[in-house]
Nanobody, 123 residues
Framework: QVQLVESGGGSVQAGGSLRLSCVAS????????MGWFRQPPGKEREGVAT???????TYADSVKGRFTISKDKANNTLYLQMNSLKPEDTGLYYC??????????????????RGQGTQVTVS
């Protein structure tokens, strides 16, 4: 079992920045992929950014150039730096982790372990 705990969400004005963190604990495989996903109000879950177990980073088109995903493997922590936030970035953000390889991980918001999420509101 892997436990994921997100933090760093909040309310910001458009154009502002937030940095999300996700700490993983429990049984952590030696190789695993992690990612950030979000669920906007009234919409389905969608991928934001992922880091595959081989280090490949993928971003959703809507966040390219504004968001940066990174991982501190020594501390089992995943980050998401979000700049130039827009109202359409509003949603519940959660991190995911999986020991299985998916070439389209960004399109799979329901695989692997998930945290409870942290709310981001942009006005």
């Amino acid at each position: 079992q892997v436990q994921l705990v997100e933090s760093g969400g909040g309310s910001v004005q458009a154009g502002g920045s937030l940095r999300l963190s996700c700490v993983a604990s429990g049984y952590i495989p030696s190789k695993y992929s992690m990612g950030w996903f979000r669920q906007p109000p009234g919409k389905e879950r969608e991928g934001v950014a992922t880091i595959d177990m081989d280090g490949t980073i993928t971003y959703a088109d809507s966040v390219k150039g504004r968001f940066t995903i990174s991982k501190d493997k020594a501390n089992n922590t995943l980050y998401l730096q979000m700049n130039s936030l827009k109202p359409e970035d509003t949603g519940l953000y959660y991190c995911s982790a999986t020991s299985l390889y998916y070439s389209d991980y960004l399109s799979r918001p329901d695989v692997g372990y998930r945290g409870q999420g942290t709310q981001v509101t942009v006005s």
